[in-house]
């Protein structure tokens, strides 16, 4: 940690560019960062874990394929079924994306469930915020702030995270039917006391997922009716890691974070849904200014999640009073713009 | 005091009623729910529309005057404790459900709406908002927003920054910030989540967009006896190590089980050390399931009973005496003091054995309740404030045991805030480094520190004055020496 540490106080000084890489798994997100690589992969282990208290504490480059493992053998797992996008995926790449999977509805998001980070500033100051109780309201919420920052406010060294039990029944509930259909069908069954944990609407098939203790499982699956589908492990794997048909291909693919109950995007191109609705995935060449246009129209957002970077950056603009606030608090943070310079937004 | 011409202005902004500045109408904003500390305010305002609270903010900005945001006035760490030169905003007149959306689950709301009328307006499409803070059926959403509040029910449901999807608010030079919205997320840096808990010193929230939850077909709970603190502690870990995320984990010692008896008769075990609440919730079968590995739990470690009620009436009971431990502990002593710390779960008998420690050092009775699922403890002292120096003498007492949370691992605060109450033991909890990032956002939002100044955040000046010891979670200097 401490030649970490070396690095950034040397590059400070230097006035040097710096871009944080863990396993290296998400290169490909976000916009292109400017400097040379910090490597943090290296930073890695569990610090501690006790499962009585619902809580994990990891170096950032842990892997996040190793805590799956170790929390699977207490049966319990991470609420927010954050997707790898590689096997060298680690637990500080993946909270700095902000990246969450099937379950983020029902059971919260990656930024819902750090309790506590240890973070490197851009000055090269270790600095602890939050801790690793569950109730905390002591000083502002930095923890949650660095997630989904991607590194730009300082480098994630480690964190603590609510986990929870690992539920003792699954189920996949599969049914034909159109997009609009699915999207009202994921809507209403999210408004009824369900065991839901996911919802999806990919190729033409509408997926549920149920989970619980067997009993209420079975009772809500004798409810829903529908088709069961075998090997949904797999099914709900290749749609958290885009190895699904669906995401193939070399057309640009699009994120847009959207209110759950808007209909099919008027958009050209193919369109999967997933957070019960919230998230919608679109393949499609169509410019990027009308994607964004199209998703602001309908109260959302939109960033383009794989494909050539246009010059503008790929994640929606934000306005301007807003913009302004990201300013002053990066300077805050990293008063040189040394870390990941570019990587969210082209001037910061 | 305030300048007569901010006054002035003030009036001519809005209309009479809702500018106050004598002293009998000011004085019912001089304290909130933590009333040991009490402060006029210069003048108090209460707009009714956002239009309103900009202007407030823009005139107050530009004349250099402190802002500070009141909801319900419920807080217990006097966030919303006013200053002589200060308008208080009184935000209660916000207090309209502007849209909701059953089938998005959402609900628009302004910040002056009490907790408990969004769930009396969802439950019409069986729904409701989740976080339940005791005081909810007085407390704002804009006062929970600021606190990030909790409830009983965290463990499974989450906090406010759990259960919010987006809000509006203003800064200090009027502009408005639209951070999230009908979405689960947005672009950028996540302002949403530093919202929360921030105790109105970022901005002023207009509006709130809360996630609505479909109601749980049944609820039932467990009422468990044990012969030692240990071994409820023991029991607790037991549950959520074997897989049930309960939806409410009490616990309360003798002290408490005793108090809220007396008041409530909910039929609690008078012979017991500690007793636990055990809640779990769903559909009929989920609920069944639940209850009999809970009962299975509970026997194999160390519950001299279980019992789970036998009916409604008798759930509510015994949740009443959970819910009426305060004012049972207020029949007990003229005054109470109200502790807010979380600590690791497993530390919980070392930080009860503290706590009798210190109690005996001061002479000041402690009774406890405890969110046991989420390590949140609330130790209640008792004490007359017509003896001299008792107050004193109990916030001396208050503020060792919060230290004794940190030492464990914990937190000085849970979900009351630091207000102004705890802002000393901050310099416990962080170290100079991280109080000056916490300044460093105050900067960033309010760079006149004129959103509710002093509070929350120490200056490091007053750490240093203070001496205060800065203890790392678990890491003390001499761990040799024993410390309670």
Request: glycine share 12%; with cysteine; net charge negative.
């Given at each position: 940690m401490q030649t970490l540490v070396d690095q950034v106080k040397d590059a400070y000084l230097a006035r040097r560019m710096l871009q944080i890489r863990g396993g290296g798994s998400k290169d490909w997100y976000g916009n292109a960062a400017q400097g040379s690589v910090i490597d943090v992969s290296g930073h890695s282990g569990i610090v501690e874990y006790a499962p009585a208290e619902l809580v994990l504490t990891a170096k950032a480059g842990t892997r996040l394929a190793e805590i799956e493992t170790v929390l699977a053998a207490n049966n319990q797992m991470l609420s927010f079924e954050p997707p790898h996008y590689g096997d060298s995926a680690t637990l500080g790449g993946t909270l700095a994306c902000g990246f969450s999977g099937a379950r983020r509805p029902y059971s919260g998001s990656a930024r819902d469930a750090v309790l506590g980070v240890q973070i490197l500033d851009g000055r090269g100051d270790l600095l602890n915020f939050g801790g690793k109780v569950i109730k905390n309201v002591a000083g502002y919420d930095i923890s949650r702030l660095t997630v989904g920052a991607l590194g730009t406010l300082g480098i994630i060294l480690q964190a603590s995270v609510k986990v929870v039990p690992r539920p003792a029944a699954t189920v996949t509930l599969q049914y034909e039917l159109d997009q609009a259909a699915s999207i009202v069908r994921m809507n209403e069954l999210a408004g009824q006391p369900l065991p839901l944990t996911a919802a999806a609407w990919i190729n033409g098939v509408l997926s549920l997922r149920l989970e619980g203790n067997a009993a209420a499982v079975l009772a809500a699956?004798?409810?829903?009716?529908?088709?069961?589908?075998?090997?949904?492990?797999?099914?709900?794997?290749?749609?958290?890691?885009?190895?699904?048909?669906?995401?193939?291909?070399?057309?640009?693919?699009?994120?847009?974070?959207?209110?759950?109950?808007?209909?099919?995007?008027?958009?050209?191109?193919?369109?999967?849904?997933?957070?019960?609705?919230?998230?919608?995935?679109?393949?499609?060449?169509?410019?990027?200014?009308?994607i964004y246009a199209a998703a602001a129209r309908i109260g959302g957002h939109a960033a383009l999640y794989r494909g050539a970077r246009p010059q503008t950056?790929?994640?929606?603009?934000?306005?301007?009073?807003?913009?302004?606030?990201?300013?002053?608090?990066?300077?805050?943070?990293?008063?040189?713009?040394?870390?990941?310079?570019?990587?969210?937004?082209?001037?910061? | 005091m305030i300048a007569d011409s901010v006054i002035r202005d003030l009036r001519a902004l809005l209309p009479s009623a809702a500018v106050l500045t004598a002293d009998e109408d000011t004085a019912v904003y001089e304290s909130d729910g933590l009333s040991a500390y009490r402060c006029r305010p210069g003048a108090v305002v209460l707009p009714e529309t956002e239009t309103q609270v900009i202007a407030i903010l823009r005139l107050c900005h530009a004349a250099g005057v402190?802002?500070?945001?009141?909801?319900?006035?419920?807080?217990?760490?006097?966030?919303?404790?006013?200053?002589?030169?200060?308008?208080?905003?009184?935000?209660?007149?916000?207090?309209?459900?502007?849209?909701?959306?059953?089938?998005?689950?959402?609900?628009?709301?302004?910040?002056?709406?009490?907790?408990?009328?969004?769930?009396?307006?969802?439950?019409?499409?069986?729904?409701?908002?989740?976080?339940?803070?005791?005081?909810?059926?007085?407390?704002?959403?804009?006062?929970?927003?600021?606190?990030?509040?909790?409830?009983?029910?965290?463990?499974?449901?989450?906090?406010?920054?759990?259960?919010?999807?987006?809000?509006?608010?203003?800064?200090?030079?009027?502009?408005?910030?639209?951070?999230?919205?009908?979405?689960?997320?947005?672009?950028?840096?996540?302002?949403?989540?530093?919202?929360?808990?921030?105790?109105?010193?970022?901005?002023?929230?207009?509006?709130?967009?809360?996630?609505?939850?479909?109601?749980?077909?049944?609820?039932?709970?467990i009422l468990a006896a044990f012969d030692s603190v240990e071994t409820a502690g023991a029991a607790v870990g037991a549950i959520i190590a074997?897989?049930?995320?309960?939806?409410?984990?009490?616990?309360?010692?003798?002290?408490?089980?005793?108090?809220?008896?007396?008041?409530?008769?909910?039929?609690?075990?008078?012979?017991?050390?500690?007793?636990?609440?055990?809640?779990?919730?769903?559909?009929?079968?989920?609920?069944?399931e639940d209850l009999r590995c809970v009962h299975d739990i509970l026997a194999a470690n160390g519950a001299t009973s279980a019992r789970t009620a036998v009916d409604d009436t008798e759930r509510l009971r015994f949740w009443a005496g959970r819910k009426n431990a305060f004012p049972a502990v207020g029949r007990l002593s003229p005054?109470?003091?109200?502790?807010?710390?979380?600590?690791?779960?497993?530390?919980?008998?070392?930080?009860?054995?503290?706590?009798?420690?210190?109690?005996?050092?001061?002479?000041?009775?402690?009774?406890?309740?405890?969110?046991?699922?989420?390590?949140?403890?609330?130790?209640?002292?008792?004490?007359?404030?017509?003896?001299?120096?008792?107050?004193?003498?109990?916030?001396?007492?208050?503020?060792?045991?919060?230290?004794?949370?940190?030492?464990?691992?914990?937190?000085?605060?849970?979900?009351?805030?630091v207000g102004m109450e705890k802002i000393d033991q901050m310099c416990v909890q962080f170290r100079a480094l991280e109080l000056a990032a916490f300044h460093g956002i105050k900067a960033a939002f309010d760079p006149a520190g004129l959103l509710n100044p002093g509070k929350a955040v120490p200056t490091l000046q007053r750490c240093a004055e203070l001496g205060a010891m800065h203890v790392h979670a678990g890491q003390l200097s001499h761990p040799h020496l024993p410390r309670f």
């Open positions: 699956q004798a409810k829903l009716g529908g088709d069961i589908l075998d090997h949904a492990a797999d099914f709900w794997l290749a749609a958290r890691e885009h190895t699904a048909p669906f995401f193939a291909g070399e057309t640009p693919l699009w994120r847009l974070s959207v209110p759950p109950t808007v209909p099919p995007l008027d958009l050209p191109g193919k369109q999967a849904v997933t957070w019960g609705g919230a998230q919608r995935w679109l393949k499609s060449a169509t410019p990027a200014a009308s950056g790929v994640f929606h603009a934000l306005p301007a009073a807003v913009m302004a606030l990201h300013r002053r608090l990066k300077t805050q943070f990293d008063p040189h713009g040394i870390l990941n310079r570019g990587r969210l937004y082209s001037d910061f | 402190p802002v500070i945001a009141r909801g319900s006035g419920t807080g217990l760490s006097g966030g919303a404790l006013p200053r002589e030169d200060s308008v208080l905003l009184g935000l209660a007149k916000l207090n309209k459900i502007l849209h909701l959306d059953p089938l998005a689950r959402s609900a628009r709301v302004q910040p002056g709406v009490r907790n408990l009328a969004i769930s009396g307006e969802a439950a019409a499409y069986g729904l409701y908002y989740a976080p339940d803070p005791s005081s909810q059926i007085a407390c704002s959403i804009g006062g929970n927003v600021a606190e990030n509040s909790g409830g009983v029910h965290c463990l499974k449901y989450g906090l406010t920054v759990h259960n919010v999807l987006g809000v509006r608010a203003v800064t200090i030079d009027g502009e408005i910030l639209q951070l999230g919205g009908d979405c689960l997320d947005s672009p950028g840096y996540d302002l949403l989540a530093l919202l929360h808990g921030s105790e109105g010193m970022l901005a002023v929230i207009t509006e709130i967009t809360v996630k609505l939850l479909p109601k749980p077909e049944h609820a039932q709970v074997g897989g049930i995320l309960p939806a409410g984990l009490e616990m309360m010692d003798r002290p408490a089980i005793h108090a809220a008896e007396a008041f409530i008769h909910a039929n609690y075990p008078l012979d017991a050390a500690a007793i636990l609440l055990v809640e779990v919730d769903g559909t009929t079968e989920e609920m069944a005054d109470y003091y109200c502790m807010d710390g979380t600590i690791p779960r497993r530390a919980l008998p070392a930080v009860l054995y503290g706590i009798e420690v210190l109690s005996e050092e001061y002479g000041l009775r402690v009774a406890n309740v405890f969110h046991a699922g989420d390590g949140n403890l609330h130790p209640l002292i008792l004490y007359d404030a017509n003896i001299p120096g008792e107050l004193h003498k109990t916030e001396q007492l208050g503020a060792r045991i919060l230290e004794l949370c940190v030492q464990y691992g914990g937190t000085i605060t849970g979900e009351h805030g």
